[in-house]
DNA sequence: TTCCGAAGTTCACAAATACAGAACTAAAGA
DNA sequence: TCTTTAGTTCTGTATTTGTGAACTTCGGAA
């Protein structure tokens, strides 16, 4: 069977700000280590790349996972990625979540830092 | 194979708020079903029961379902329930939720109402 | 008292989802 | 050109979820 692969072809998949749900954000968020990846990113104004942020999360983790959780992230609307060169720089979508769910994910990353400790 | 059975035995069990979790929470919310049952339940001080949740959620669902997400929420630590000769009463574990996580739950089921319009 | 209906639970199995190793692609630098 | 780096896809396994069927218990009716 063929093997078919084009990962830099392949458009990444953001939804649109009005078909994000809150199902869906909850869900994405309901793994403690998306919610550590979230928490890194929306540290870093500037967005970060997988590397970087399992990096500072030092909880190591398959290539494969954590292509698995940027995904979910992404497909929930959490996160926005972009493809710069061999990296993929992903961001919290701050804007778009703040005026859809106004406070809540700084809520949430707020009480998952306490609970952290 | 013999069929065991003692759902009026065995104990129900509930988290003590201690080792309740941001992830089992977020978790338990991820689902619309479970939100609205939460809403449901939030709205009604006294506690209800699955009948009449599932009656006001007007969206029909198998009794073996419905069950699930009871166990599920429970066992979040986001329920109590408590049997009242045959039917289970619960209710939403308000103090000690908003303790833990001050404001959240509110801020979720407004969220949902929300988008539920 | 006995019987029946209502309320929920458990079981079993199918379907969906998650995890992780292996193979792979593309870009960038030596 | 060759190699390293970053990330994706595939695949098989394991876990989770949804639902019908069988079942238990309680409380009220006969």
Redesign the pocket.
């Known amino acids: ?1 063929k ?8 458009p ?1 998949h953001h939804p649109p700000p009005d078909s994000i749900t809150l199902p869906g954000i909850l ?1 994405a968020l309901s ?1 403690p280590v998306r919610l550590s990846i979230v928490a890194e990113l929306r540290k870093a104004e500037d967005g970060l ?3 970087e942020t399992t990096g500072r999360l030092k909880c190591a ?12 992230l992404r497909e929930s609307g959490i996160i926005h ?1 972009e493809r710069r ?4 720089t992903s961001r919290v979508r701050r804007k778009e979540l703040d005026a859809r769910y106004p406070g809540l994910l700084d809520m949430i990353l707020k009480a998952w830092k306490r609970e952290q400790e």
């Open positions: 069977m093997f078919v692969y084009d990962p830099f072809i392949r990444l869900h793994d790349n997988c590397v983790m398959p290539k494969s996972t954590c292509s698995q959780h940027y995904r979910i990625s060169g061999v990296e993929l």
